[in-house]
């Protein structure tokens, strides 16, 4: 049975910087409440009329730059997002018409912050048995269009980003590479502790006025009960792989947590007794962008030269739903 190796990887966020003085400007909050709560110094937001597909599409066009592959080599497309373009067809289909591979496969899903780590689950699995040679995986989110930007919502709107990464997936023979694993979970039991109650197709209509008024579209969270399951859900992921392997944290290379808060990443490196040149974060530039930390923080691993042939990458998420993953990757 063949294996999934990663062979291209590449990202893209918008060029307009929002700092956390930019955001002062507009709600009662702080560059040292933010900094010192969640880590996050700027993020990148959207100019108005952009749209997930044309990010993903240059993500895209970047990863298959670095694998020196051609567009229509790719058999499949499989896109994480909690912020599609539409609520329906979704982006997936976008970007595959942006892209000009009209006929292939394209599969959006959800699973929110975890929603890279489901994809890679999937696509591996595709992989394995055969069914496609060469897939796309894509996590792009556009958050800031849909956050409260007063005070209200200040303790959502400060954490989100725009941004979308991809990597290109293929089947391979080589001994001892490509994707070891993958381990996913959810517990819906927490559904309504990091969710958007509107637009809802439970509602009549999809969203009323009274909705907009009561700011039910804004995502909404208790973030001390997320907080405390992350810092439990993402080392158990871990370890879950790790034994599934026969391997323990010693031997990881490079950790990539999803990047939700830099004291949480900061709490799973120490449960894992990682070094800190074991871990890579970016929270700082980008804040929480989702289904695309991960992918965007794995291509600027590379672009930094932070994985050799052979290294073991862990990838780690948890979030919204409650979802949470993980998966061994040996580079
Ligand atoms: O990606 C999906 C997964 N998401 C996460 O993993 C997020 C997990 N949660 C967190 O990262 C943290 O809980 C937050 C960063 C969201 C919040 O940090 P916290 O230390 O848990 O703060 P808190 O929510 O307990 O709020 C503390 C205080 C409150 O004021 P009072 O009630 O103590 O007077 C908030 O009203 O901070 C206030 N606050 C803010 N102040 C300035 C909340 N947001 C802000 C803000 N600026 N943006």
């Given at each position: 049975m063949p294996r999934t190796a990663i062979i291209?990887?590449?990202?893209?966020v918008?060029?307009?910087?929002v700092t956390n003085h930019d955001l002062a400007q507009w709600m009662d909050t702080s560059d040292e409440w933010i900094r010192e709560r969640t880590g996050i110094e700027e993020r990148r937001w959207v100019e108005d009329g952009t749209t997930g597909a044309e990010m993903a599409r240059?993500?895209?066009?970047?990863a298959l730059a670095q694998a020196g592959?051609?567009?229509d080599e790719v058999d499949a497309i499989v896109l994480g997002t909690l912020s599609p373009d539409h609520f329906f067809p979704g982006t997936g289909v976008f970007l595959q018409?942006?892209?000009g591979l009209d006929g292939i496969p394209c599969l959006d899903l959800r699973a929110q912050c975890t929603g890279f780590v489901y994809g890679l689950s999937?696509?591996?699995?595709?992989?394995?048995?055969?069914?496609?040679?060469?897939?796309?995986l894509v996590g792009v989110e556009i958050q800031s269009t849909g956050l409260d930007l007063s005070t209200r919502g200040r303790d959502m709107a400060v954490l989100f980003g725009d941004g979308c990464g991809a990597v290109v997936l293929q089947a391979t023979d080589e001994a001892g590479r490509g994707v070891l694993s993958t381990h996913i979970h959810a517990d819906g039991r927490h559904a309504e502790v990091l969710w958007a109650d509107a637009p809802s197709s439970v509602g009549h209509p999809l969203i009323s006025v009274d909705d907009l008024e009561a700011g039910r579209q804004y995502p909404r969270m208790e973030g001390r009960e997320v907080?405390?399951?992350?810092v439990t859900r993402m080392p158990e992921a871990v370890h879950e792989a790790l034994d599934a392997q026969g391997l323990t944290a010693d031997d990881i290379d490079l950790l990539i947590p999803h990047q939700a808060n830099l004291r949480i990443s900061q709490m799973v490196q120490k449960r894992l007794g990682l070094a800190d040149d074991r871990v890579y974060n970016n929270i700082q530039r980008y804040g929480n962008t989702t289904a695309a930390t991960i992918p965007i923080a794995l291509a600027e691993a590379v672009e930094q030269g932070r994985l050799r042939r052979g290294d073991l990458l862990c990838v780690v998420?948890?979030?919204?739903g409650f979802t949470w993953g993980s998966a061994l990757i040996r580079w």
């Amino acid at each position: 049975m063949p294996r999934t190796a990663i062979i291209g990887t590449g990202f893209h966020v918008p060029e307009r910087v929002v700092t956390n003085h930019d955001l002062a400007q507009w709600m009662d909050t702080s560059d040292e409440w933010i900094r010192e709560r969640t880590g996050i110094e700027e993020r990148r937001w959207v100019e108005d009329g952009t749209t997930g597909a044309e990010m993903a599409r240059r993500a895209c066009e970047s990863a298959l730059a670095q694998a020196g592959i051609d567009a229509d080599e790719v058999d499949a497309i499989v896109l994480g997002t909690l912020s599609p373009d539409h609520f329906f067809p979704g982006t997936g289909v976008f970007l595959q018409r942006e892209l000009g591979l009209d006929g292939i496969p394209c599969l959006d899903l959800r699973a929110q912050c975890t929603g890279f780590v489901y994809g890679l689950s999937v696509a591996d699995a595709w992989i394995r048995v055969g069914q496609y040679r060469t897939i796309l995986l894509v996590g792009v989110e556009i958050q800031s269009t849909g956050l409260d930007l007063s005070t209200r919502g200040r303790d959502m709107a400060v954490l989100f980003g725009d941004g979308c990464g991809a990597v290109v997936l293929q089947a391979t023979d080589e001994a001892g590479r490509g994707v070891l694993s993958t381990h996913i979970h959810a517990d819906g039991r927490h559904a309504e502790v990091l969710w958007a109650d509107a637009p809802s197709s439970v509602g009549h209509p999809l969203i009323s006025v009274d909705d907009l008024e009561a700011g039910r579209q804004y995502p909404r969270m208790e973030g001390r009960e997320v907080f405390k399951h992350a810092v439990t859900r993402m080392p158990e992921a871990v370890h879950e792989a790790l034994d599934a392997q026969g391997l323990t944290a010693d031997d990881i290379d490079l950790l990539i947590p999803h990047q939700a808060n830099l004291r949480i990443s900061q709490m799973v490196q120490k449960r894992l007794g990682l070094a800190d040149d074991r871990v890579y974060n970016n929270i700082q530039r980008y804040g929480n962008t989702t289904a695309a930390t991960i992918p965007i923080a794995l291509a600027e691993a590379v672009e930094q030269g932070r994985l050799r042939r052979g290294d073991l990458l862990c990838v780690v998420a948890f979030g919204s739903g409650f979802t949470w993953g993980s998966a061994l990757i040996r580079w």
